[in-house]
């Protein structure tokens, strides 16, 4: 690694850590390492913090996080080298493989529309976070979807469980599973050994965060090929190497720019996703990478938000630039800031201050409950969702869906609530009733419609 480099990266590595631990956008001894990659090579590793806050253990440049998202870029890598081996075409519908059966006004989706968020279709992501359905099930049940009106190949409709679901292709077109090829044909011949896609955490692993609390590992198997890759920093370096042209016998030019190509606006992407990123523009999306610029030069990069864990990873082309940083907290910006001031830093720019995170505002008192219709028990049922079912417990009604108990709260006769914990947040949900159905908006997108489940008791 270059020493002086490292005599200017450090520094501001130290500083926007401490600055964010006063601001209260870090905790305390959070987990963060740090890569940096230019001219073709690694530039910094850094480690720091606690990735085991309770048993006092260190992070080192080899612990091993939670990327989330950023999966989507190898998943995307793979496909690509797949189909290119085979002399397939991207912009093929997909309507006849066995993994991605599309209807109706989906019927003509491509792999190029399903790996740029292109298809109209919202990513339902309580699908696999509540229904856990297999991945085969997740694509039979999203296949039947409806499309936001006007999006298809318009805008980016983000779909975790389209990206997922993309995976079974492997199975379908190559008689090889995701992982295994993407291991085999693509990490391994990369010189990337300690990138984890399946399987049990490593020891050297941290152990993710929100605010001061552990959370729970989110089972993601379902959804693999969209969040399940677990890497060390020095592995996301050499991936990031990778996408920046210095594996071209792996991935070869045409492949890159390809997958590095603006496909579509994302303009109607949940801010809360874009935390410590805004510097990077308004940004389109290509193939497993979002397309921006930091400071008048195009950057690709992608954040990665999973149970306890946030990441990003930045590249700048035009300066043979890299840099990724991760931390062991939940839906945190920190990432995003850190990449800015060491991009700042880079170019010899001033880096702007570390910005303090938004007071959330107090919850509004609850209504007082009211005694519901009790023709709302039942059992309901989509096309999409499955079946759930209205029943009555010990402390009132509650919303039952493969195996989850939600209580309702009514403040009206016909009109409840539910609340759904996701993503390390508790969301609200407005469960209405009318004669022989019930409505809710699942999919967590306000452009889509609430999802109606109709009687069928």
């Known amino acids: 690694m270059n020493t002086s480099y490292e005599n200017r990266i450090e520094p501001t590595v130290l500083e926007t850590i401490s600055a964010a631990e006063a601001r209260a956008l870090l905790p305390a001894q959070a987990a963060v390492a740090v890569s940096v990659v230019q001219g073709g090579a690694p530039a910094y590793l850094g480690a720091f913090g606690l990735r085991d806050r309770e048993r006092g253990l260190r992070t080192t440049t080899t612990t091993g996080f939670q990327l989330g998202s950023l999966t989507k870029s190898m998943t995307a890598s793979a496909l690509l080298h797949a189909y290119g081996r085979r002399g397939l075409a991207l912009d093929a519908p997909l309507r006849e493989s066995k993994a991605l059966r599309f209807e109706g006004a989906t019927r003509n989706a491509t792999l190029l529309d399903v790996l740029s968020h292109g298809t109209g279709v919202p990513g339902h992501d309580l699908l696999f ?14 296949a039947r979807a409806a499309q936001i009106p006007g999006a298809f190949r318009k805008t980016v409709v983000y779909n975790n469980t389209l990206y997922a679901c993309s995976g079974l292709l492997f199975d379908d077109l190559f008689d090889r599973t995701w992982d295994d090829y993407l291991g085999n044909e693509l990490l391994r011949p990369l010189g990337i050994s300690g990138i984890q896609l399946t399987g049990a955490a490593a020891d050297d692993e941290a152990r993710g965060y929100m605010a001061a609390s552990p959370m729970a590992a989110m089972d993601v198997s ?89 990441s990003v990873m930045v590249l700048v082309p035009e300066l043979a630039l890299g840099i990724s940083v991760v931390v062991n907290e939940n839906l945190s910006a920190f990432p995003g800031v850190l990449a800015e001031h060491l991009f700042a830093r880079m170019v ?78 508790k969301i609200p949900l407005p469960v209405s009733f009318a004669p022989g159905c019930a409505s809710i908006p699942l999919s967590l997108d306000p452009r889509v419609p609430a999802e109606r489940f109709t009687s069928v008791s």
């Open 129 to 142: 976070l509540l229904g856990r359905y297999s991945t085969r099930e997740l694509a039979a049940r999203i």
């Open 222 to 310: 379902a959804v693999a090929p969209a969040a399940s890759a677990r890497a060390n920093i020095e592995d996301m370096a050499r991936w990031a190497l990778a996408q920046l042209g210095q594996k071209a016998d792996v991935l070869p030019p045409e492949l890159l720019e390809r997958m590095q190509r603006a496909v579509l606006p994302a303009d109607a992407m949940n801010p809360l996703l874009f935390g410590g990123l805004a510097w990077l523009g308004p940004p389109a999306y290509g193939l497993g990478w979002f397309v921006g610029s930091a400071r008048g030069r195009k950057a690709l990069f992608h954040m990665g938000l999973i149970d306890g864990f946030s």
């Open 348 to 425: 010899g720019d001033e880096a702007p201050s570390v910005p303090t995170p938004p007071v959330a505002p107090d919850a509004p008192p609850a209504a007082a409950e009211v005694e519901p219709d009790a023709g709302v028990v039942g059992d309901y049922e989509s096309d999409l969702y499955g079946r759930i079912s209205v029943a009555r417990s010990d402390t009132g009604l509650t919303l039952e869906y493969r195996g989850n108990t939600l209580p309702l709260r009514f403040d009206g006769r016909h009109e409840a609530s539910i609340v759904v914990e996701a993503f390390g947040l």
